[in-house]
């Protein structure tokens, strides 16, 4: 059984570029390896990180990152069983995002995902993130 998981958090510090690319390189090879498919966004001291998968992967994995010394006051905003990923077409996967051209992208990619109340949920909850970043 599929599910998924949206969780916001804190950074502990404000990362410079070098080890946030370090993080989003660790993440995809890691993310590609289980079949995790997602996206993880980072900016300005805010994470926001899609996980979707096989229960048990996606549950060892969050237990994982609920560890994760890099960040703090971890908030679940999505967490439910899937029927299918929304993420598998996108960017072979498991994506990074760290500008505002790939958000806006991946905000339209989303709404062509019309018919699908999972892809219409993320949608609502990152379209004010959306709005409120600049380039």
Same mark, same amino acid.
């Given at each position: ?10 950074? &502990? /510090?404000? +990362?410079? =570029? ?23 966004? %980072? ?6 990180? &899609? ?7 996606? =549950?060892?994995?969050? %237990?994982?990152?609920?560890? =994760?010394?890099? #960040?703090?006051?971890?908030? &679940?905003? $999505?967490? #439910? ?5 929304? +993420? ?19 905000? /339209? %990619?989303?709404?062509? $995902?019309? =018919?699908?109340?999972?892809? /219409? ?15």
């Amino acid at each position: 059984m599929l599910s998924t998981i949206c969780y916001i958090s804190n950074s &502990v /510090k404000l +990362f410079p =570029d070098e080890e946030i690319q370090a993080l989003f390189d660790q993440t995809i090879s890691n993310n590609n390896y289980y079949g995790i498919t997602g996206i993880l966004i %980072y900016q300005e001291g805010t994470f926001i990180q &899609v996980i979707e998968g096989e229960n048990a992967i996606i =549950d060892a994995l969050f %237990y994982k990152i609920e560890r =994760d010394e890099r #960040h703090n006051q971890i908030t &679940v905003i $999505l967490r #439910h069983p899937i029927d299918e990923r929304i +993420f598998s077409n996108y960017k072979l996967g498991f994506r990074t995002m760290n500008n505002f051209e790939e958000l806006k992208e991946f905000s /339209k %990619y989303l709404a062509t $995902l019309a =018919d699908s109340p999972y892809a /219409k949920s993320l949608y609502a909850f990152l379209n004010p993130f959306l709005c409120n970043t600049s380039n």
